[in-house]
């Protein structure tokens, strides 16, 4: 009986021995699924920034955790040196990371070395282009006095003559310079006093017309 009881405590104590060796051994190889080591792909610039694909060596998957790695450039004769620098994850993607930091224009040997969560290294030479700017709205000059803007732009609308004095083509003359005003007026005064003398010729037809029949009645009665 008293073996029994011994017997009990010690196979629990090794089957929860056996579970801590188990899961001992089920943490490493989670931890080792994606690899050892991560992919860097320094793919070019956008605008002077370094831009670079980062993923996991084996399976190709994004890298979910914050990357630590830096970036250095070097012109090709190696008197210039930009770095080192950091990489941000871009907006709206897994795997893109770009620097913050812009590059001058010219050729550069780009160096990535990433640290955490894994090792990983790339390199390549890019070339950033000159990016003339955009050329500015031209005001317009004022006109030198004397032009033909200046001149033609003197005369307001409807002025009866221009800047250089000289008359308008469409403007009509007034009646007292009109050679034809007078003697229109006069054939006017013509017509009216022959209709006034024709109109008095047969008023007094009329009257006498009018005497001589009453006349002529008096006499036959």
Known sequence: MRTRRH????????????????????????????????????????????????????????????VAATVNSASPDGSRTMGPWRLVRDAGTRTGWSTAEVLPPGTWKVTVDVGFPSLGHGEKEIAVPVVDPAPSAATPSAAAPGSPSTASGAAAPGNAST???????????????????????????????????????????????????????????
């Open 163 to 221: 800047a250089s004095g000289a008359p308008v083509s469409g403007a009509s003359p007034s009646p007292a310079s009109s050679p034809s005003a007078a003697p229109a007026g006069e054939g006017d005064d013509t017509t009216m006093w022959w209709t006034t003398a024709g109109v008095a010729v047969i008023a007094l037809v009329g009257a006498a017309a009018g005497v001589l029949l009453r006349r002529a009645r008096a006499r036959r009665l």
């Open 7 to 66: 017997a009990l405590p010690v196979r629990t104590g090794l089957g929860i021995l056996f579970l801590f060796l188990a899961q001992a051994l089920a943490l490493p190889t989670a931890a080792h699924a994606h690899g050892d080591t991560v992919k860097v792909v320094v793919t070019g610039q956008r605008e002077g920034h370094v831009t670079t694909e980062i993923t996991w060596e084996n399976d190709g998957d994004a890298i979910e955790e914050a």
